[in-house]
């Protein structure tokens, strides 16, 4: 009964009065400060209510968004379920028609899209992509940082993919009920008798645990949003034409309790949809002092055979090897897929436990913190996309 307890905190705190003050050098709010009800530049509203599915328990619990923020700052863990209950209702249904997985066997059509992938873009994209204030879902910044974004991978696809690709590729912005939207990237696939796609998602929102603050959410998910946006541009540029329809996400909302991929996640189940594989990106980075420069597979709420496919492809394509490590919760949005009943796998920078727990969720996300921030680590997630993109999507070259 941890969070009655907390909740319990939480009503206190709100009843007491003391002046919470905000702004750039404004800290978390104390026990007994009195909080504003709107903040400049924000659209969030600390009284209303959402529906919450707290990780353990049966039922989703009413709470406060403000009641939300302080249980994550708690550790305490959830999804936010309120637009999204009926999520995974056909689940069932597919669950019997598993997809199977292939040994990687695409080395020469995978090696040199690889060895075309650029640090320096990673660097020059994570440095704007930081430079917003904040790029929380709920926030002006948010919006700006989802649309500079937007731009990013439009221009990317006009300099970069050959004329005859950029007819099978669409960019578009899936609207949220919140200011910033997901951006969803797809190159069509050729074949006429495979409908399946396969997603490869990060989430392009940040936050501050007090969600008010600076959040430049270098790590988290600056990284894997870049990360993927490499591997994008250079599939493109090397010609791309998957034979099932290969998809770029990039998600708002994962720290509101994975908001943005449980709509889509939904949206992809009402429609029918055939996801045959998806795979998230959250947090690609950090190699913490004193450890091995490792990938960390996760093997909780994740497809067990998909996973063993996705070891394969670091095996073979990447420069280090993998660690099986668990989160232990639903802690991004590979969760949302999984509810809905598509296989979904996660690889993090390294084991959970060495993931950069010290600044995501602080004004010192940043990537110049420390040298524990590498852009280097960062280009080993930019392959393993390249590799499950076109080993799983497939590509016949014409030549
Ligand atoms: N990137 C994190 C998850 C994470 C945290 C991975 C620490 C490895 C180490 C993600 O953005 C996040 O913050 N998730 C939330 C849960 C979500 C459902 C709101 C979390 O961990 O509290
Ligand atoms: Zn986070």
Redesign the pocket.
Known sequence: MKFLALLALVSAAVATPALFPFGDNAQEPMMGDVLPTSYPGFDLDLNAPRLVQLEGQEEPITMTELEKIQA?AQGI???DVTDAVDLGSRAQLRASVKPSYPTPNNTKTVKPVIDALEIQNLHDTLDKFTSFRTRYYRSETGKESQRWLLSKITDLTKKYAPEPLQKSISIHEFGHSWQQSSIIVSINGTSTDDDSVVVIGA?LDSTNNWPFLPAPGAD??GSGSTSILEAYRALVAAGFQPERTVEFHWYSA?????LGSQAIAKSYESRGINVAAMSQY??TAWVKRGTREEVGIITDYTDVDLTEFNKKLVEQYLSIPWVETK?GY???DHASWRKAGYPSVFT?EAT?EN???QF??TQNDKYDISDEFSFEHMLEFSKLAVAFAIELGGWKKST
Do not use: P, Q, T, V
Request: charged fraction near 30%.
């Open positions: 994550k863990r959830f999804f989430h988290d998910d994962e720290e509101g309790g994975l959250d947090m989160c639903a802690c991004s993090i959970f993931s950069n727990h995501i969720h």
